[in-house]
């Protein structure tokens, strides 16, 4: 089975490293897959997911704040600006973070600019979505 290898960094650590046979990310104008001897290319991603499918079949769910792809002939990199696996999202966190962004947006709060409310907002909107999907897989 061909590979490509996958990174997935963000500005605090790397937080994958590995080979895949598919890596599926959210570009600013949809969804991106990427394979084993895909063309070379760089552009942005939005917030949203990074599923990394590894060469036994199993998948890996990503949860990432904007960034950028790279493709390069044996390699896929992510330099995200923020990006956390499913399995590690504290859920609890992330509603609070949710709540206090829409306060925000709504007009009631002053802790963050209307800019950064709507970064944040779409940021743990993702990690909800990952955690979402994650409950749906280990249901199968």
Same mark, same amino acid.
């Given at each position: 089975?061909?590979?490509?290898?996958?990174?997935?960094?963000? !500005?605090?650590?790397?937080?994958?490293? *590995?080979e895949?046979t #598919?890596?599926? !990310?959210? *570009?600013? %104008?949809?969804e991106? *897959?990427?394979?084993?001897?895909?063309?070379?290319?760089?552009?942005?991603?939005?917030?949203?997911?990074? @599923?990394?499918?590894?060469?036994?079949g199993?998948? #890996?769910?990503?949860?990432? *704040?904007?960034?950028?792809?790279? @493709?390069?002939?044996?390699? @896929?990199?992510?330099?995200?600006?923020?990006?956390?696996? !499913?399995?590690?999202?504290?859920?609890?966190?992330?509603?609070?973070?949710?709540?206090e962004?829409?306060? %925000?947006?709504?007009?009631?709060?002053?802790?963050?600019? @209307?800019?950064?409310?709507?970064?944040?907002?779409?940021?743990?909107?993702?990690?909800?979505?990952? #955690?979402?999907? #994650?409950?749906?897989?280990?249901?199968?």
């Amino acid at each position: 089975m061909t590979t490509i290898r996958c990174d997935i960094v963000s !500005a605090e650590a790397e937080i994958f490293h *590995g080979e895949a046979t #598919l890596v599926v !990310a959210t *570009g600013e %104008v949809g969804e991106l *897959g990427i394979a084993p001897r895909h063309a070379p290319l760089i552009t942005r991603l939005k917030a949203g997911k990074v @599923v990394v499918t590894q060469p036994d079949g199993s998948t #890996l769910d990503f949860a990432i *704040g904007g960034g950028i792809l790279e @493709v390069q002939p044996q390699v @896929v990199t992510i330099l995200a600006d923020t990006a956390i696996r !499913a399995d590690d999202i504290d859920e609890a966190a992330v509603k609070a973070a949710k709540e206090e962004a829409e306060r %925000v947006l709504a007009g009631r709060g002053e802790a963050m600019d @209307v800019a950064e409310a709507q970064q944040k907002l779409a940021e743990v909107t993702a990690q909800l979505q990952a #955690l979402e999907r #994650l409950r749906k897989n280990l249901k199968h």
